[in-house]
């Protein structure tokens, strides 16, 4: 699992910092239940004061 924080990567522990881990915990969970669904494999989600995170499966 890759994480990018604003387009730049970033390890799983600094990107729990930047965003807060129960917002990373969340998205993690909604990535890996659309991608059972769908296969799409790179999540890209907004949170307003920080930007984007990307998880890419």
Do not use: H
Not at 4 to 20: I, L, P
Not at 26 to 53: D, H, M, P
């Amino acid at each position: 699992m890759t994480f990018k924080t604003n387009s730049a990567e970033t390890t799983r522990k600094m990107t729990e910092w930047y965003f807060g881990r129960k917002f990373v915990e969340t998205k993690v969970a909604e990535a890996r239940k659309e991608s059972e669904k769908n296969g799409q494999k790179t999540f890209r989600f907004w949170q307003e004061g920080t930007g984007y995170l990307t998880i890419i499966l």
